[in-house]
C-alpha cells in the first residue's frame, strides 16, 4: 500500500532541514576572518615580550636572550620558541594566535593563552566532508522519525474506516494511539464511539427485527388455530370470529406502536409546535379515570388549577406526548392490585423545568432493571403480562423528542415511581405560537382531536 503522505512528510521535513544548513554553512563561510581586537589583554602582554626577547637577542645573541627570558615565570617562558629563518619563514598564520617577530637572522614566536571572551581560538569554517555526511545523516532519520510519528497513525484511522466501511463494527482504535494525547488521538477516540454507536444501533435492529417477527407470529398463530377449530366445528364460528377479531385488533396495536417507534426513532416526532402541558395532562387523568374505576385502583390527581395560560408550555409534539403519559399511567394501573392508589402529579423544577410524577403500589422492578424497561420490547421480571413491552420505550423517545427525560425507581413503601423532566418554553403562547394548533386539538393516535389545545 503506498504510503504518500509519509513520503511528502518526510521530504518536505529534509528539503526544510537541507536549506537551512546549506544557508548557515555559506552564512559562516562567506564571513571575513576576524583580526585579533587591540583591546586584547593578552596579545598586548605577548607582544611586549616579544620585543624584549627581539631587543636582548639583537644585543647579545642567542646568549643574551637566554639570560633577558631566565627571570621569567616557567609558564611564559614556555610559550616563547626561537628558530632559524631559514628553516622556517617568521610569518605568522591568519588563523593563528603566535605572535610573530624577526631578529638578526631568527624568528621569535609566542603563543598567546586563550581568552575567556571575544578571543577564542580561530578555526576553519570549511567542514570536514565525513562531518557533512554525519550531518545529512542525522537529517535524513530525524526527518524519517517524524514523518513516521505523523503518518503512521492516519493510516491506522485509514485502516480502521476501511474495516468499518467492510462491515467490521468491532474495530477500535484507541489502544493503537499508546500514549498519544494530540488531535489525532481525539479523533481516533470519536472513531471508537461513532463505531460502539453504530454497533449498538445494528444490535438495535437486529433485536428488533426478531421482536416484532416473534410477537407478529403468536396471534397469526392464534388467528389461525381459530380458522382451524372453525373448520373442524362449524358451530363454533362466533368464538372463532371474536378470536379473529380480537388477535386482529391486537395486530393493528402492535403495528401502530412500532409505526410510533419508527416514527421517533427517526425523529420524525420532532416538532416546533407549542403545546399546554396542563391540559394535556388533565386529559390523560380523565381517560384514566374510567381504567381506575373498572380495575378497582383509586386514581389520585395533583395538578395546578391556577396560573397564566402559558405557566405549563412546552415546545414538541403534544400528540406524542399525550400518547408517552397515557402509556406510563396504563402501565401503572395494570400493575396495581385492587385497593392500591396510582399518583399523578405535576410541579416545577426551578424555573426552566417541570417535573411529572406517576407512583403505583405494585410489585415494582428488579434490581439494573430501570435502563432496560425504557427499550423496546423489554418487560420486567416482576412485572410480565399483557402488552408487547412498547409503552415505555415509546414513552422514553416521546419525552426525548421534547429535550426531556425519564427515569424509573422503585418507591421506599412499595410500587414503581416514574419521573418525567420536561423544559418550559418561555414567553405566552401568543408571541412564541408560529403554528398554532389545529381547530378542536391535536389528534391522538385514533385520530380523535383530544380537548387540550393553547389559546391564541
Keep these: 500500500m503506498k504510503r504518500r503522505l509519509f513520503w511528502k512528510i518526510w521530504l518536505g521535513f529534509w528539503i526544510a532541514y537541507l536549506v537551512l544548513a546549506t544557508g548557515l554553512w555559506f552564512y559562516w563561510s562567506l564571513q571575513p576572518a576576524p583580526s585579533r581586537p587591540d583591546w586584547d589583554p593578552p596579545y598586548a602582554t605577548g607582544t611586549m615580550l616579544v620585543e624584549t626577547a627581539a631587543t636582548a637577542l639583537e644585543r647579545g645573541g642567542p646568549t643574551g636572550l637566554a639570560q633577558q627570558i631566565a627571570n621569567w615565570p616557567a609558564e611564559q617562558r614556555s610559550r616563547l620558541t626561537l628558530a632559524a629563518l631559514a628553516r622556517d619563514p617568521c610569518a605568522r598564520p591568519a588563523a593563528s594566535r603566535a605572535i610573530a617577530r624577526t631578529a638578526v637572522g631568527y624568528c ?101 427485527l426478531h421482536d416484532v417477527s416473534h410477537e407478529l407470529r403468536s396471534p397469526l398463530a392464534r388467528m389461525r388455530l381459530a380458522a382451524d377449530l372453525l373448520r373442524r366445528d362449524p358451530a363454533r364460528l362466533e368464538a372463532s370470529l371474536d378470536l379473529i377479531d380480537r388477535e386482529a385488533g391486537n395486530l393493528d396495536a402492535l403495528v401502530g406502536e412500532l409505526l410510533t417507534l419508527a416514527r421517533l426513532e427517526s425523529d420524525a416526532g420532532s416538532s416546533d409546535d407549542y403545546f399546554d402541558l396542563l391540559e394535556v395532562l388533565q386529559l390523560v387523568a380523565v381517560n384514566a379515570r374510567f381504567e381506575a374505576e373498572a380495575q378497582g385502583v383509586s386514581l389520585r390527581v395533583d ?154
Design 108 to 208: 621569535l614566536r609566542y603563543a598567546t593563552p586563550s581568552l575567556s571572551h571575544a578571543g577564542e581560538d580561530w578555526v576553519s569554517t570549511v567542514i570536514p566532508p565525513d562531518e557533512l555526511i554525519a550531518i545529512a545523516l542525522a537529517g535524513l532519520a530525524f526527518s524519517a522519525m517524524l514523518a513516521a510519528y505523523l503518518a503512521s497513525p492516519i493510516h491506522r484511522l485509514q485502516l480502521g474506516f476501511g474495516r468499518l466501511a467492510q462491515g467490521d463494527l468491532s474495530v477500535r482504535l484507541g489502544p493503537t494511539m499508546g500514549r498519544r494525547k494530540d488531535e489525532v488521538a481525539d479523533l481516533a477516540r470519536d472513531f471508537d464511539a461513532m463505531a460502539e454507536r453504530l454497533q449498538e444501533l445494528v444490535a438495535a435492529r437486529d433485536r428488533l
Design 303 to 456: 395538578l395546578p388549577i391556577d396560573g397564566a395560560d402559558d405557566d405549563w408550555v412546552v415546545v414538541g409534539s403534544g400528540q406524542l406526548v399525550h400518547r408517552a403519559f397515557e402509556n406510563i399511567l396504563r402501565n401503572a394501573l395494570r400493575f396495581s392490585p385492587q385497593g392500591a392508589v396510582v399518583r399523578l402529579a405535576l410541579a416545577r423544577d426551578g424555573v426552566e423545568r417541570c417535573m411529572i410524577t406517576i407512583e403505583d403500589e405494585g410489585p415494582g422492578i428488579a434490581e439494573g432493571e430501570a435502563t432496560r424497561l425504557l427499550d423496546p420490547f423489554v418487560q420486567g421480571t416482576n412485572r410480565s403480562g399483557a402488552g408487547f413491552g412498547l409503552g415505555l420505550g415509546i414513552a422514553r423517545r416521546a419525552i426525548a423528542a421534547s429535550g426531556g427525560s425519564v427515569a424509573l425507581a422503585n418507591r421506599p413503601t412499595g410500587g414503581l415511581c416514574v419521573t418525567v423532566m420536561l423544559p418550559l418554553a418561555h414567553g405566552s403562547w401568543s408571541q412564541m405560537s408560529a403554528n398554532p394548533p389545529p381547530p378542536g386539538g391535536i389528534p391522538d393516535a385514533h385520530g380523535q382531536a383530544p380537548s387540550y389545545h393553547l389559546k391564541a
